[in-house]
């Protein structure tokens, strides 16, 4: 059967396996393939095959031959494949000079011929449509992306679904749009795509080097899209293509806290700083600068951005943040969560930049309290939600504040000297009390399970004091954490000195254990001096200040014993100031209670690369605890939980126990604190109106 035969009767198949040996070789070399074999047509046997005049916009074409590119790599003019397809793009330079990169690329890289007979073969035979080019070629840029965007640099590879989303905020209708790092393109080209009028639309990029310039290039051109990407690829915030030119949008992902991005250059007289000069340290306000200077009167911008611009305190950052948000230029600013970029965990937002109007106030979105909840992929109906809070904002529709949005004036804005984390201003996010009701009925029916199956075993005692436990007559206490714990740094050293030495607490398990388990994975060279300072004893509670998501931060464990062990510099070590006060076990469930999960969602902002809590915020932690007898019940069932666990890891009886833990710690600390505090809110209430 041949090639023909067998792409035509399994044309599926043919393209995974056109995709399969797409990894087998360059990039730069799949690329001129593919762009070879689009801009031929359909192949077919040479008498019948499109001439070059098709590729030629000269009314007279001079030294043109009865054959197409792809002919030319077909037969291999030049005696191999690799020859054929430097032979074949020089025929397509004089219309696409883009392509001169990919000529010198396939000079001096070599590719297993026999990988190239196969695809050669295959692209003969199939991808007849449009389609079928663009399904191949966004596999091949996703499987690309890996090598040539990382984390380090932030030029992350961001979901389709996402740029759609922020497109439809900006409405397309016609004009200019503008990308200033635009990358592969992809922005550009939902634009075009999601306009009333896509061909009235003028797109407008620039690219920093010569390898993204030829692939937004070629993405274009199976988009059957044009694009001015200015002169030549270079650096947008040093050598500006686009000079003196506004656009009617802008829509762009910079990429994020590159430091050092204007060493050579002086940059303290450019026109674009009009809100303040940005440091060198981090360009992210140099980038929102540029896109606001090149934003028209009327214009609208969507910006992709990490959360450290909505907080930071970096006084020439936070004075520039002011001096946008005071001119009324920003429409509204959206949160997603962390885990939505390709290649990266890094939660982010979005600036909605408007210039057709001054705004007083800004729409803030949380997007972590969107319903549906945001997971591992943004969904048609996150992006409706997003698309449906806008629209009636802007219709003035909107007001007020939820779990999810808020609309804040640039009077509450001064207030909380303009950090824009919306979790600052939008309602918070209470556990409901009915649901805590129902759960005792669970509560219950795990005491019961636990009975038929721990028959014997001394952890069943603890568990069935539970019955006729009454919280209701319990007395309770409130205390801030700073009169009851000191607070203190963990040990940091260089790389170099981790590995051996001392047991040493790592952030890993404080998130994991709600006590340090007798094991360490983590060892550290110290000296008798750091052993004395960075000790750890019994009751000391370590709370981990940095973490990938707010969920996970500042989590509790608890030390029930003297230890010859430190603990890193990612943790809080809060050391009691008397050992009456709070039963270092209980503490363990307070520190895991949907209480104080609460006290650090409302004093956390949104985080950059990852949620962090400094020893100021947690100064202003309430902390609430039962009588001495009480704090102990909780305390030793919860100890005797965790014993049970270490010493039988993986047995039936694990999650069943791992419940009736937290339905312990929610029952018998949530619960309680949460009517108390809602009866001190139905008091306060009471007092105001009268």
């Given at each position: 059967m041949t090639w023909q035969q067998i792409s035509s009767a399994y044309p599926r198949e043919a393209q995974q396996r056109i995709k399969q040996l797409s990894s087998c070789i360059g990039k730069n070399t799949f690329i001129s393939l593919l762009l070879s074999r689009y801009l031929s047509g359909v192949y077919r046997p040479p008498l019948y095959q499109l001439t070059l005049d098709d590729f030629d916009d000269s009314p007279n074409p001079q030294n043109t031959v009865d054959t197409t590119p792809w002919d030319i790599i077909v037969n291999k003019h030049g005696g191999n494949y690799v020859t054929a397809i430097a032979n074949a793009l020089l025929h397509l330079e004089s219309r696409f000079p883009f392509v001169r990169r990919f000529i010198e690329y396939n000079e001096y890289h070599k590719t297993d011929?026999?990988?190239?007979?196969?695809?050669?073969?295959?692209?003969?035979?199939?991808?007849?449509?449009?389609?079928?080019?663009?399904?191949?070629?966004?596999?091949?840029?996703?499987?690309a992306t890996q090598s040539f965007s990382t984390a380090k640099s932030g030029d992350f590879y961001t979901p389709i679904e996402i740029i759609r989303s922020i497109s439809a905020l900006l409405d397309f209708k016609q004009g200019t749009v503008y990308d200033p790092c635009c990358g592969s393109g992809a922005m550009l080209i939902v634009a075009a795509q999601m306009a009333l009028g896509g061909s009235d639309l003028q797109l407008v990029g620039q690219t920093q080097d010569l390898e993204t310039y030829n692939i937004c290039q070629m993405n274009l051109i199976l988009h059957n899209l044009d694009v001015d990407l200015g002169k030549q690829p270079a650096n947008t915030l040093v050598s500006d293509q686009h000079a003196n030119k506004t656009f009617d949008y802008i829509i762009a992902n910079p990429p994020f806290n590159v430091s050092k991005w204007n060493e050579a250059s002086p940059y303290h007289n450019d026109n674009r700083w009009r809100y303040g000069i940005p440091p060198r340290s981090n360009g992210n306000?140099?980038?929102l600068q540029?896109?606001?200077?090149?934003?028209?009167?009327?214009?609208?911008?969507?910006?992709?951005?990490?959360?450290?611009?909505?907080?930071?305190?970096?006084?020439?950052?936070?004075?520039?943040?002011?001096?946008?948000?005071?001119?009324g230029v920003v429409e509204a600013i959206i949160t997603f969560p962390a885990g939505l970029f390709y290649n990266t965990n890094v939660p982010f937002c979005v600036w909605m930049l408007n210039r057709s109007q001054k705004h007083s106030n800004i729409l803030m979105i949380n997007g972590e309290r969107l319903d549906p909840r945001i997971g591992k992929k943004f969904t048609t109906d996150n992006a409706k939600q997003i698309e449906e809070l806008v629209e009636s904002y802007r219709k003035g529709e909107l007001q007020g504040k939820t779990e999810t949005y808020a609309v804040v004036s640039?009077?509450?804005?001064?207030?909380?000297?303009?950090?824009?984390?919306?979790?600052?201003?939008?309602?918070?996010?209470?556990?409901?009390?009915?649901?805590l009701r129902f759960d005792l009925r669970h509560f219950e029916d795990c005491m019961r399970e636990l009975k038929a199956s721990l028959k014997g075993e001394s952890i069943l005692s603890y568990i069935e004091q539970w019955k006729q436990v009454d919280m209701t007559a319990i007395s309770w206490t409130k205390a801030v954490l700073p009169d009851l714990y000191s607070i203190f740094g963990g040990i940091r050293k260089d790389k170099k000195y981790f590995g051996q030495g001392t047991p040493m607490l790592d952030m890993k398990t404080v998130i994991r254990y709600p006590f340090i388990p007798n094991t360490s994975n983590s060892y550290v060279q110290v000296t008798a001096g750091e052993i004395a300072k960075y000790n750890i004893q019994y009751g000391d509670i370590f709370l981990n200040r940095t973490s990938e998501t707010n969920d996970t931060l500042a989590f509790c464990c608890v030390s029930t014993k003297d230890m010859e062990a430190v603990y890193n510099g990612f943790l809080h070590r809060l050391r009691p100031k008397d050992g009456q006060t709070i039963y270092?076990?209980?503490?363990?469930?307070?520190?895991?209670?949907?209480?104080?999960?609460?006290?650090?969602?409302?004093i956390s902002t949104v985080f950059t690369t990852r949620a962090s809590m400094s020893q100021a915020k947690l100064s202003s932690i309430s902390v609430y605890y039962p009588d001495w007898n009480t704090q102990r019940k909780i305390g030793d069932t919860l100890h005797m939980v965790f014993q049970y666990l270490q010493d039988n890891p993986g047995t039936k009886l694990c999650t069943l126990l791992m419940d009736f833990e937290r339905l312990l710690i929610e029952q018998y600390i949530t619960y309680p604190i949460m009517g108390l505090l809602e009866k001190e809110k139905q008091h306060n209430e009471k007092n105001d109106q009268s």
């Open positions: 011929e026999s990988v190239l007979n196969e695809l050669v073969h295959l692209l003969s035979a199939c991808i007849p449509t449009q389609d079928s080019y663009l399904s191949l070629y966004e596999h091949f840029m996703g499987k306000f140099a980038w540029h896109i606001l200077s090149h934003l028209n009167e009327s214009g609208r911008a969507a910006v992709i951005l990490p959360n450290g611009t909505l907080t930071t305190r970096v006084q020439c950052e936070r004075n520039i943040r002011e001096a946008i948000l005071c001119d640039l009077h509450e804005l001064a207030q909380k000297d303009y950090i824009l984390s919306p979790n600052w201003y939008t309602s918070s996010n209470y556990t409901d009390l009915s649901n270092p076990p209980y503490a363990a469930g307070y520190f895991r209670s949907a209480v104080y999960r609460r006290e650090i969602e409302d």
